[in-house]
């Protein structure tokens, strides 16, 4: 079965703050994604990651950034955390099959994270 | 681009009652379709797709979709329903060509009551 490892299941950050939320998976996937979920609004795509190095921002990019220096490990970075960012986030990753979007994602467990 | 509507918010049901979870997308081209569920405080993970072929999809756990190309519908069923099947279900839609990415509904909360 795939594995997808989120760093953290809580963490408690104050405004202002640098945070890292990290994501391993251990199949081999090469796409890698991260999501923000919150009450009613459904999974917005923060960024996605076709290869290593490579990304794509996606519906809501401000206020984040992404690393990918290996292949099975994602990172998500709130460069300067705001209260506005407190919510459920979600890392997932599938595989490539020549960039058709036929494969389905699989999901972590999430990071609860509570800007204060 | 692709958009994903789930109809209801929230459905409440009796045990054993059928249950049926909504879904409409729209597209400009092919698709490919999945429903996903989230139990609390655990990510999603996957109940069924359909890539092709025959429109009635079985999944895990009992439930089933069926793909009307015409009306736009993914919509989720199950005969009966159990306690344990309490949860948040989303219907996810990916384009052909689109590398992998989806489009995710809103969510349904689906509480199953004694």
């Known amino acids: 079965d795939v594995k997808v490892t989120q760093s953290s299941r809580y963490l408690v950050k104050r405004t202002g703050e640098k945070v890292f939320l990290e994501c391993v998976q251990d199949?081999?996937?090469?796409?890698m994604f991260w999501y923000r979920q919150d009450p009613g609004l459904g999974l917005r795509l923060i960024y996605f990651s076709y290869d290593v190095k490579m990304k794509e921002k996606g519906d809501i990019p401000e206020g984040y950034s992404v690393s990918r220096e290996k292949k099975e490990r994602f990172s998500l970075i709130l460069e300067s955390a705001s209260t506005n960012q407190t919510s459920m986030y979600l890392c997932?990753?599938?595989?490539?099959?020549?960039?058709?979007?036929?494969?389905?994602?699989?999901f972590g467990d999430g990071t609860r994270l509570s800007i204060l | 681009a692709q958009s994903v509507t789930q109809l209801d918010s929230q459905v409440p049901v009796f045990e054993e009652a059928p249950v049926e979870l909504r879904c409409n997308y729209s597209s400009s081209v092919s698709v490919y379709l999945f429903w996903y569920v989230q139990y609390p405080n655990q990510g999603l993970q996957l109940l069924l797709k359909?890539?092709?072929?025959?429109?009635l999809v079985k999944g895990i756990n009992g439930f089933e979709a069926e793909f009307n190309k015409s009306q736009t519908s993914f919509h989720l069923r199950k005969p009966s329903v159990h306690i344990s099947d309490t949860a948040e279900y989303f219907c996810a839609v990916s384009a052909a060509g689109n590398a992998g990415k989806s489009t995710f509904g809103d969510g349904t909360t689906l509480t199953v009551k004694p």
């Open positions: 199949m081999d996937h090469e796409n």
């Open positions: 997932a990753s599938s595989s490539h099959q020549r960039r058709r979007s036929n494969q389905p994602q699989h």
């Open positions: 359909y890539l092709s072929g025959s429109t």
